[in-house]
């Protein structure tokens, strides 16, 4: 995080008094303002439209583009979010700063609230990509709040799967052995993605996207996916399921950020009307009336080793977690 050359303790200010601003500064603080106001779209007309929200240390998670973020937002009303500014300060167009954030979830684990350092970057009046928003793991609060999320995690596993789940097998690519699962549901218009492949080397962060082309064949990138870290991630994006599925796209997992080009899990996303792939033992399924949607004719809801997917769970729970509005900018401590 670059040096602070300014440190302010202050509530975010009043919505009135930024209108209009470009100063980095006062979009950072504009946009917390929108938010304890409960005007998601306020919050959301200050960002641009490639805007990607990342959660790196609590879990690999993204929110891209402006509908999935004010999506968000919205939802994070539910339970009562206040954000306080602790630091920020501008260095450019990047803004540094760290916030404390109180909300029903903190009130529950026992706190007042739990603080996360930012880093984002403000372009012509908006917040642009990237935005990273972590956890501070020093400070005890936020500890105790992360271990209760933890622990509502761990009850989230019996949840039903959301209408419409699309499972789209990811095989082994020359980079590395870690084939897994791709998990699909869209709700309102946002398409969640969860990515369950066998875990990499510890930490390491491995970059996923939506592409064109096949998996022997990758084409340019469409859409950025969170990076899957410790084999796992969780991602919304603003799009739907069909602008995702109908034009054949793969979803491509690279080994490290190091080394985009060197793949280790690759699936094709199907539609319910496109070719079916190599024959297989298992029928393809029906598609869902919702979407017109349906699995891909290998999918089979197991994880890499077979049975029933862990993954599976976790995005169920970083599911419910969005609709509940659990957490703030982001969404809790989702492990998937």
């Given at each position: ?229 410790d084999g796992g ?62 699995a891909p004719a ?39």
């Open positions: 995080m670059l040096a602070l050359a300014a440190v302010a303790a202050v509530v975010a200010p009043s919505r009135d008094s930024q209108a209009g601003t470009t100063d980095p500064v006062d979009v950072v603080e504009q946009i917390f303002a929108e938010v304890n106001a409960g005007d998601a779209a306020g919050a959301g007309a200050l960002v641009t439209e490639d805007f990607v929200l990342t959660d790196i240390d609590g879990g690999s998670f993204a929110v891209v583009g402006r509908p999935a973020f004010t999506q968000l937002i919205e939802d994070s009303q539910t339970v009562n979010l206040e954000i306080t500014v602790v630091e920020i300060a501008a260095d450019g167009n990047t803004v540094t700063g760290v916030a404390d954030f109180a909300d029903d979830n903190a009130d529950a684990a026992g706190v007042s609230r739990y603080r996360q350092p930012f880093t984002v970057q403000v372009t012509d009046g908006g917040l642009a990509s990237r935005g990273d928003f972590t956890y501070d793991l020093d400070d005890a609060q936020t500890v105790v709040y992360l271990n209760y999320l933890d622990s509502l995690e761990e009850d989230d596993t019996d949840e039903p799967p959301p209408p419409g789940l699309v499972t789209v097998p990811l095989s082994a690519q020359s980079g590395g052995n870690q084939p897994g699962n791709a998990f699909l549901f869209e709700e309102g218009g946002i398409t969640g993605v969860g990515l369950d492949i066998t875990p990499g080397p510890a930490g390491v962060q491995q970059p996923a996207y939506f592409y064109t082309g096949t998996c022997a064949a990758p084409g340019p990138i469409v859409e950025p996916l969170a990076n899957v870290l991630s969780f991602t919304l994006l603003s799009s739907t399921m069909a602008e995702l599925v109908d034009t054949g796209l793969i979803i491509n997992v690279s080994k490290s950020v190091a080394e985009p080009g060197i793949y280790v899990a690759c699936g094709q996303v199907l539609s319910a009307t496109a070719p079916p792939p190599a024959p297989t033992a298992a029928a393809p399924a029906t598609p869902t009336p919702a979407t017109g949607i349906g290998t999918g089979t809801g197991g994880d890499a080793a077979g049975g029933s997917s862990g993954a599976l769970y976790a995005l169920l729970a970083a599911a419910v977690a969005v609709a509940l509005g659990a957490g703030a900018l982001v969404v809790g401590r989702r492990r998937v």
